[in-house]
């Protein structure tokens, strides 16, 4: 089975956010991801990581102001300069916590305007190039626009020519499963395909993003998958749960955990 990242901004939101820690490692995540660390110091985060025997597989760089709406910066002509400030504030956060993949978000905007697509590659070359000289990858992640009404990124196709035009050594796909099998489908043949592409993975239930158990998609099928083809990266849990962190966790009971230790808690799971 793939390792499992648990994603802190939507689960576990039964306990406050540094105390999430200790409840995803009690709950046997080996691993945890979030969107913005950017409310606790560096420090505090890692040492939650540390105390709990997490590795940190994955957090945003900051998206703009996202309380006034904004979701990143990345192709917005007139904000290169906030989001070069953006990727020099990350970087004390993944140097603290040995996080290697930084998220970067790329903004409500049209992707038919021509300087709104100059905006968004400039701000990906000039991020990979930043993260790269301090050994971290950065990932574009294709988004669907219900979830995200006039995100920029919403379309796989772009996302891999991207990262090939560009040829940058730690540029890499975040393939959501979510949001792929919303925006295109044909999910599998699409992880076959981009696995070299691909830096990190990220699953909930079509379409309720809710735990990774049926509805629209087979996900046991989707995870054996992921290691028949190779895949050695996280799979992030980013989805709400439906009622409750604990009791939602019977996906990961019926998988096979044999690399994860999952304490039974009577009454919890
Ligand atoms: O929404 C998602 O999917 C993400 O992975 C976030 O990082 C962006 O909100
Ligand atoms: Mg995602």
């Known amino acids: 089975m793939p390792r499992f990242a648990a994603n802190l901004s939507l689960m576990f939101g039964e306990w406050s956010f540094l105390d999430r820690f200790a409840a995803a490692a009690d709950a046997g995540f080996p691993a945890v991801e979030f969107l913005f660390p950017y409310d606790h110091a560096p420090e505090a985060i890692a040492d939650r990581l540390a105390r709990n025997g997490l590795e940190l597989a994955l957090f945003n760089l900051p998206p703009g102001d996202w309380a006034a709406g904004e979701r990143g910066l990345a192709a917005l002509p007139d904000r290169f300069d906030d989001l070069k400030a953006g990727i020099e504030r990350a970087i004390p956060y993944a140097e603290a916590t040995g996080a290697r993949r930084l998220h970067l978000m790329a ?143 019977g996906w990961l009971r019926r998988s096979d955990l044999s690399h994860l230790v999952v304490p039974a808690k009577a009454g919890t799971l």
């Open 107 to 249: 903004g409500l905007a049209d992707r038919g305007a021509a300087e709104a697509r100059a905006a968004y590659r400039r701000a990906v070359l000039h991020a990979a190039e930043m993260l790269d000289a301090r050994g971290i990858e950065l990932l574009i992640e294709p988004i669907n626009r219900r979830s995200m009404p006039g995100y920029f990124l919403d379309d796989f196709a772009f996302a891999e020519d991207l990262i090939r035009d560009l040829a940058q050594p730690n540029l890499r796909l975040q393939f959501d499963i979510y949001h792929r099998q919303i925006l295109h489908g044909d999910v599998t043949m699409a992880l076959r395909r981009l696995l070299p592409l691909i830096g990190h993975v990220q699953v909930a239930s079509v379409p309720s993003r809710h735990e990774p158990d049926g509805e629209e998609l087979n996900h046991p099928f989707l995870f054996d998958e992921l290691d028949r083809m190779g895949y050695t990266g996280f799979v992030g849990c980013e989805y709400v749960p439906r009622a409750g962190t604990l009791a939602g966790l």
